[in-house]
């Protein structure tokens, strides 16, 4: 019999619902996806109406959880589902809770694993942790990290998260949250971050850091001549930038050369902390190759100690950025699994 | 039958032996403490000599462990010696070898771990790491750490070092050398740290750290009133700016703030990694209490996420200071001892 894992990724706008196999295979992925329920504008967001909200999303999740099983079993009847994976922001691997979410509609702390688990009381698994544990997850289960026991994860999305493997499992440290290396300081008293501090590494190593550096970039020069002086903020990519960086225009190469910088300093810190074997870099951002990879290994090589020098691998994830999310989600279960044996 | 483990620590000046039981207590300790072979002024060392200094090194510190198993049988002849843990710099726990240590006067990589075995065949551990993993280990298996399965130990002494624990082990990374957080930037392009690097947490933090902070702001006031305006940097100690902080000196007063914002803003950094239950601080600047504890905790808390906010203890090492380092050590032979159990 076949086994396989249900992947849930809730994202601020969407929720990915997937059906993965132990080997990584997508064998059905919702497509569209799910909406996530919005965050009320409301400022008088009531615990009543959070718990309405959640209800419902809990019981459209539950059906289209059914729904995904249902089609992979028209398949092959003979699939065994061993649990449901979910990736969610401010998620507690411990107590499978959402915790004051600020994307999502939900007052307080959400029990959310349980609400699940009791509609498919008949899965042995029901996990929750946030995207980038989730992705880590993955990587070590199907992608890169395969074998390694010491690895950590950088997701250069909208935001900068991580995932830290030491000895062979993830670090969700006293409390469950651990693993935000997005909001230690790189600068300090430098950029707000999205989370009220101040030089944060995503405030600069995200897509939204990259994207803030090349208007940094242009204030600075008032380069009329760069292709990124047609494009609004709000139209910025990483890959906008790459783009120019390839037609050779200097501020895009700058930009990656100062991030590089930067991401390569804090991962240096990475490395003092966790002496890794490699540090995987995940996302739009990373996509850029040479443009980010080359300084950033640059940049960490200088800022370690001399016993850790070209030691430690920076790699792109092996993970499709299309299906990461959702097979990351499952990979909690493969790892769950994997934990109940020993 | 009682156990015992011998717990040695290797220091740059001298080497420290001692037998400790499974409570922590010293049975026996070498008083002096044997000298600790000297790097020699001459540029040309040799392999030879580094041999040859080596091996006359080992032959005196093996004579000196059989006089302390002696002494401590004397005492109680049914005691039974489980293994010997040893804390050294650049001691790599996996391969028990000292890596180019920059203070010893040992050429390359020493197998410095099978070279005791060799005297001890009876004993079924022998175990390297570095001071302050050891350290936390001690306060894991002895100290404040009994029961906690994620902290972090900072070793606040001439450099800053640190022993990180992750779900019940300590963190030694894919090659052994992980939780040197004192090499972590704290002030990028800042000062000059002992390795060489810029800007290190070690450069502002440590004991020395501290001292030089003294000098910094002695530079910029100018205050010949300051009872630190008598003491030149040589003689310079934590114990002095604490005694002068408790006269009211307003410089060691804000030697100690400005110790405390960067040592918090660092720590911040280590709840973002790890979510550890508890951060204890150890050595002779912990020893400031309130002056060091209060800015330190104040600044973690500012400079972390409003999820780990109020969770994380900062404390003192509850292990003694004249003993910590030969405890800490011994405590790698209980530890070992409980994972050939599970």
Same mark, same amino acid.
Not at 1 to 18: H, P, Q, W
Not at 209 to 219: N, P, Y
Not at 313 to 321: F, R, T
């Given at each position: &019999?076949?086994?396989?894992?249900?992947?849930?990724? $809730?994202?601020? =706008?969407?929720?990915?619902? @997937?059906v993965?196999?132990?080997?990584?295979n997508?064998?059905?992925?919702?497509?569209?996806?799910?909406?996530?329920?919005?965050?009320?504008?409301?400022?008088? &967001? =009531?615990?009543? *109406?959070?718990?309405?909200?959640?209800?419902?999303y809990?019981?459209?999740?539950t059906?289209?959880?059914?729904?995904?099983?249902? &089609?992979?079993?028209q398949?092959?009847? #003979?699939?065994?589902?061993?649990?449901?994976g979910?990736?969610?922001?401010?998620?507690?691997?411990?107590?499978? =809770?959402?915790?004051?979410?600020?994307?999502?509609?939900?007052?307080?702390?959400?029990?959310?694993?349980?609400?699940? #688990?009791?509609?498919?009381?008949?899965?042995?698994?029901?996990?929750?942790?946030?995207?980038?544990?989730?992705?880590?997850?993955?990587?070590?289960?199907?992608?890169?990290?395969?074998?390694?026991?010491?690895f950590?994860?950088?997701?250069?999305?909208?935001?900068?998260?991580?995932?830290?493997i030491?000895?062979?499992?993830?670090?969700?440290?006293?409390?469950?949250?651990?693993? #935000? !290396?997005?909001?230690?300081?790189?600068?300090?008293?430098?950029?707000? !971050?999205?989370?009220?501090g101040?030089g944060? *590494?995503?405030?600069?190593?995200?897509?939204?850091?990259?994207?803030?550096?090349?208007?940094?970039? %242009?204030?600075?020069?008032?380069d009329?001549?760069?292709?990124?002086?047609?494009?609004?903020?709000?139209?910025?990519?990483?890959?906008?930038?790459?783009?120019? /960086?390839?037609?050779?225009?200097?501020?895009?190469?700058?930009?990656?050369?100062?991030?590089?910088?930067? *991401?390569?300093?804090?991962?240096?810190?990475?490395?003092?902390? %966790?002496?890794?074997?490699? $540090?995987?870099?995940?996302? @739009?951002? /990373?996509? /850029?190759?040479?443009?980010?990879?080359?300084?950033?290994?640059?940049?960490?090589?200088?800022?370690? %100690?001399?016993?850790?020098?070209?030691?430690v691998?920076? %790699?792109?994830? #092996?993970?499709?950025?299309s299906?990461?999310? $959702?097979? @990351?989600?499952?990979?909690?279960?493969?790892?769950? $699994?994997?934990?109940?044996k020993?």
């Open positions: &019999m076949k086994r396989v894992a249900i992947g849930i990724d $809730i994202g601020g =706008t969407n929720t990915a619902i @997937g993965v196999d132990s080997e990584g997508v064998l059905y992925e919702r497509k569209p996806q799910m909406a996530t329920p919005q965050k009320s504008e409301n400022p008088h &967001m =009531t615990q009543a *109406l959070s718990d309405s909200i959640l209800n419902k809990v019981a459209n999740l059906e289209e959880i059914k729904t995904a099983i249902a &089609m992979v079993k398949i092959n009847s #003979e699939l065994e589902v061993m649990g449901i979910i990736g969610a922001p401010n998620a507690n691997y411990y107590s499978g =809770t959402i915790e004051y979410p600020p994307n999502l509609p939900f007052v307080g702390v959400v029990n959310f694993a349980s609400l699940i #688990e009791k509609n498919f009381p008949e899965f042995k698994f029901v996990k929750l942790t946030n995207d980038a544990n989730a992705a880590a997850l993955g990587e070590m289960i199907y992608g890169g990290g395969k074998g390694m026991k010491n950590a994860m950088m997701t250069l999305g909208t935001g900068l998260g991580s995932g830290l030491v000895n062979g499992d993830l670090v969700y440290g006293s409390d469950g949250f651990a693993g #935000e !290396c997005g909001h230690t300081t790189v600068v300090p008293d430098g950029r707000v !971050c999205g989370c009220g101040r944060h *590494l995503e405030a600069y190593c995200s897509a939204t850091g990259i994207k803030r550096t090349v208007f940094e970039l %242009l204030a600075k020069y008032n009329s001549a760069s292709p990124l002086a047609n494009v609004p903020l709000n139209e910025m990519t990483s890959k906008i930038v790459f783009d120019a /960086a390839e037609k050779g225009d200097p501020i895009a190469k700058e930009v990656f050369e100062i991030t590089g910088e930067l *991401l390569g300093r804090a991962l240096a810190d990475t490395v003092h902390y %966790l002496s890794p074997e490699a $540090i995987f870099l995940f996302g @739009g951002a /990373a996509a /850029a190759g040479d443009y980010i990879f080359k300084p950033t290994k640059a940049s960490m090589e200088r800022h370690v %100690l001399p016993v850790f020098r070209n030691k691998k920076i %790699l792109q994830s #092996e993970l499709k950025e299906s990461a999310a $959702i097979v @990351g989600a499952s990979a909690l279960i493969w790892k769950e $699994i994997e934990k109940s020993s």
